[in-house]
């Protein structure tokens, strides 16, 4: 049995329409600069976190939010499920392995004030978009919910199968570059 991270994000609004987007630099490990690759470009991500023990998912995404956009939120609904599966047999009792494979509860949200509560934590830069203006450093998994959010579906589950290439294919490429991005049933 693989082992799996529980995670939970959403895609925040506010009164315009626009979406919360949190742009993240990528950790030094994908990219050595002696290597002579360019950096990889930041990408945009969901603001969210991961669930903590005894906590629900909801409970979870208002609190993340919170926290790392310093923005109170209300929680609409849940868009759906989105489950990556990391590439690599399972590891023998007491071996390390490939990461975990990660199921993502993406939820719908509302900005629940007119202006942060309070300061974000750092590690990304905060910005709001347009939907036509959205950028396109998006992950595999932000752009998927952004597409399903903003269609207006619920209940959506997807799956993809990462696919991962060798450095030298992809230069500074995340964990989830190589993932299929099309629905699994």
């Given at each position: 049995?693989?082992?799996?991270?529980w995670a939970v994000a959403a895609v925040v609004t506010d009164g315009s329409g626009r979406v919360l987007l949190?742009?993240?630099?990528?950790?030094?490990?994908?990219?050595?600069?002696s290597d002579g690759h360019p950096e990889?470009?930041?990408?945009?991500a969901l603001p969210g976190g991961r669930l903590?023990?005894?906590e629900g998912p909801v409970e979870a995404v208002a609190r993340d939010i919170l926290t790392e956009t310093g923005w109170p939120v209300e929680v609409v609904d849940l868009v759906?499920?989105?489950?990556?599966l990391r590439a690599g047999p399972t590891p023998a009792a007491g071996r390390a392995g490939p990461p975990p494979?990660?199921?993502v509860h993406v939820f719908r949200a509302r900005v629940g004030a007119a202006a942060p509560a309070t300061r974000p934590a750092g590690g990304c830069h905060l910005s709001w978009h347009a939907p036509p203006d959205l950028p396109e450093q998006l992950t595999p998994t932000t752009r998927a919910a952004l597409a399903d959010a903003l269609a207006g579906r619920s209940g959506v589950l997807r799956t993809w199968a990462a696919t991962p290439r060798a450095p030298s294919q992809r230069p500074g490429?995340?964990?989830d570059d190589g993932a299929d991005t099309r629905a699994l049933p």
């Open positions: 049995m693989r082992a799996l991270t949190c742009r993240q630099s990528p950790p030094a490990a994908w990219y050595a600069p990889p470009a930041a990408r945009y903590r023990p005894g759906g499920l989105y489950r990556l494979d990660v199921l490429a995340s964990p």
